[in-house]
């Protein structure tokens, strides 16, 4: 059983479009996040989401639009893609355990804008 | 300044060899620290937490210290298998993890 699963793996659109990942996991853990890696492997924090509030909204354009219908899903809506937005978008949840919190990692999203 | 600084690498070690990466932190307020392993084109998995009284799994050694604000990963007896990117992670508080870039690890034969 997939712990954190997103969908698609894979996502290859135009500029200008549209376009949905989504996120479930099955930990039974209040918060999750969406995070991007760049070209440069740098992975950044986007948006933090703890049972179904946002809590982290890092400076992100506002084309992209997080929702959460339940403390197992956060999906990600990104409008009018461009260039720019391709990159591998990984979705995590995590719970606080012992004081600490340790995160899980979805396979990753690879989008591709052309 | 970075909130989470590391030597991106790439750190080529024999096998066998020990190798260490260190991290450097800006907010003096972080709360918990992990180190997490992302293999290529994989997504990044838990490695270890760290501990201030630094802690040891295997082959694997984890140091704190917070008056410098820096944190410590040592691998003793490099495999082939520990090839991977080591990026260090700092809990600024709620729930906010944040990565540093990563420190490249090449083990060859």
């Known amino acids: 059983d997939t712990a954190v699963s997103q969908t698609p793996k894979y996502l290859v659109t135009q500029m200008g479009n549209d376009k949905s990942i989504k996120c479930e996991q099955n930990?039974?853990?209040?918060?999750m996040y969406w995070y991007k890696q760049d070209s440069k492997k740098f992975l950044k924090i986007m948006f933090s989401?703890?049972?179904?509030?946002?809590?982290i909204n890092e400076t992100v354009p506002n084309r992209f639009s997080p929702k959460s219908p339940d403390k197992a899903h956060l999906n990600l809506h990104i409008n009018s893609l461009e260039l720019g937005d391709s990159a591998v978008y990984f979705c995590?949840?995590?719970?606080?355990?012992?004081?600490?919190?340790?995160?899980?990692f979805g396979q990753g999203t690879r989008l591709t804008v052309v | 300044r970075k909130e989470v600084e590391q030597d991106p690498g790439p750190f080529n070690v024999p096998e066998g060899a020990t190798v260490a990466f260190n991290c450097t932190y800006s907010?003096?307020?972080?709360?918990?620290f992990f180190w997490y392993r992302q293999d290529c084109r994989k997504e990044p998995k838990l490695l270890m937490s760290?501990?201030?009284s630094g802690n040891e799994d295997g082959r694997f050694t984890a140091q704190l210290n917070r008056a410098s604000q820096y944190i410590s990963l040592l691998i003793r007896d490099s495999k082939l298998s520990d090839s991977a990117t080591y990026l260090c992670?700092?809990?600024?508080?709620?729930?906010?993890?944040?990565f540093g870039t990563g420190t490249r690890l090449q083990v060859f034969p």
């Open positions: 907010n003096s307020a972080s709360q918990s």
């Open positions: 989401y703890n049972n179904k509030e946002l809590i």
């Open positions: 992670v700092v809990n600024e508080g709620t729930d906010k993890l944040i």
């Open positions: 930990l039974g853990h209040d918060t």
């Open positions: 995590a949840s995590s719970q606080v355990a012992g004081g600490r919190t340790e995160a899980f």
């Open positions: 760290v501990y201030s």
